[in-house]
């Protein structure tokens, strides 16, 4: 059983840089693709972001590439998602997500999520 616990969130204004962490025990962590998604008001649940268990690739969406980083310290059990040049359109709800063998939105594993806010 794997446990995860994100944390960073918070209010920043338009342009501004937040640093998401997912910290996770309970479980093997590197076994696990480890994703962020988001969930904003009256808009779909979003895949954000990706990293694999081994090779450490990685996949963005459209919206965010270029200004967002995910990375993974394994020795830590935290993946990181590391956002600038942030954006009205980006406050949302930021879950993190764990599964194997790569992200899914089914994810057998889930935080709490963390509340990011942007102003203009």
Avoid at 86 to 115: F, H, M, N, V
Wanted: overall charge neutral.
């Amino acid at each position: 059983q794997l446990q995860l616990v994100e944390s960073g969130g918070g209010s920043v204004q338009l342009g501004g840089s937040l640093r998401l962490s997912c910290a996770a025990s309970g479980a093997t962590f590197d076994d696990y693709a480890i994703g962020w998604f988001r969930q904003a008001p009256g808009k779909e649940f979003e895949g954000v972001s990706c990293i694999s268990s081994s090779s450490g690739s990685t996949n963005y969406t459209d919206s965010v590439q270029g200004r967002f980083t995910i990375s993974r310290d394994n020795a830590k059990n935290t993946v990181y998602l590391q956002m600038h040049s942030l954006k009205p359109e980006d406050t949302a709800i930021y879950y993190c997500s764990a599964d194997s063998p790569t992200c899914s939105r089914y994810a057998r594993y889930w935080g709490q999520g963390t509340q990011v806010t942007v102003s203009s």
